[in-house]
């Protein structure tokens, strides 16, 4: 047995599936949860152990991560019907890997704590590729012996652990930093490329060209790549980003703080859910400038 510890990983999404596949590699025996049987399936072909319901997997886990999408989904995997927490023995070590508004966060650590269990705010980064890898990024906060107690299973899943204060939220906080820079990223990028594509530049060339010079972000770098590709399947979707730049955004009015650039991204985010892209890749809010500038972009049929 890994460090002694048992695992278990609410919501087996791209990060979710990367982090238990990283865990079971390390040598963890870990639980996987997910409301997809063959996500299940899949899973359990991997060597790991499955459940449809979150207590029972919590029931023999030391640490438990939680990797699902929104707020909502995290109230429900803990709190509600067959919730996490109720199972857990006291102690356990809950790990919040969900972009969620910090003030919601710190309300979750407090009833994680009062209910007798250690927790880490720990939203993730890195993309796909990097939580298949065991390379993500973790932005996290908590006391002391929670980081002590998780550890092990941090290292199986990350490369870069940012231990950010004693203070639930802080993680949260900066990954919603994250998210604004990313968010705004993308849709410069979508600018950019159909801008570009409008003037009658190669699509594949300014995007080689861009991203050897100074105008060149990681989201470009990667986000580009798929529009130049034409593959809009998601790695992350444009529903994640009009949930992730709604969190930045109220937070802003909430501090009467003025984000003009969040909130033309988030609009922006908008029109490609409404239009229909929203379980497409991120990256498909560059067709929303492709409609209103009448281009065709790499892969879609000409006009």
Not at 13 to 22: I, L, P, T
Not at 122 to 140: D, F, Q, R, W
Not at 193 to 202: E, H, V
Not at 251 to 279: I, W
Request: hydrophobic letters at 45%; one cysteine or more.
């Amino acid at each position: 047995m890994a460090k002694g510890l048992t695992t278990a990983v609410i919501g087996l999404g791209s990060m979710g599936w990367g982090a238990a596949m990283s865990l079971l590699r390390a040598g963890f025996p870990t639980a996987g949860v997910d409301v997809r049987p063959d996500v299940l399936t899949d899973f359990r072909k991997e060597g790991g152990q499955t459940s449809a319901v979150p207590s029972e997997a919590a029931a023999g886990a030391d640490v438990i991560f939680v990797f699902v999408v929104n707020a909502e989904q995290t109230e429900q995997v803990l709190f509600g019907e067959n919730g996490a927490v109720a199972a857990a023995a006291p102690g356990s070590t809950f790990v919040l890997c969900v972009t969620m508004p910090p003030s919601f966060t710190l309300d979750v650590c407090a009833r994680l704590t009062a209910a007798g269990m250690q927790v880490i705010d720990g939203p993730v980064s890195g993309g796909t590729a990097k939580a298949l890898a065991g390379e993500m990024s973790i932005m996290a906060s908590g006391a002391k012996a929670a980081f002590d107690h998780a550890g092990p299973a941090l290292d199986a899943i990350a490369t870069k652990i940012f231990q950010l204060g004693d203070e639930p939220g802080t993680g949260s906080r900066v990954k919603m930093i994250n998210q604004l820079l990313a968010g705004v990223h993308i849709a410069a990028m979508g600018e950019a490329l159909t801008l570009g594509i409008k003037s009658g530049l190669d699509a594949k060339t300014l995007y080689e060209v861009i991203i050897e010079c100074a105008g060149n972000s990681w989201m470009f770098e990667n986000r580009g790549q798929h529009v130049v590709d034409g593959d809009y399947s998601p790695k992350s979707a444009v529903d994640i980003f009009v949930k992730d730049m709604g969190i930045v955004t109220s937070e802003g009015r909430a501090a009467d703080f003025p984000l003009p650039l969040s909130e033309t991204a988030l609009s922006l985010f908008k029109e490609a859910q409404d239009a229909g892209y929203g379980r497409e890749d991120d990256s498909a809010v560059a067709k929303v400038y492709a409609a209103k500038g009448d281009i065709t972009l790499p892969g879609q049929s000409g006009k």
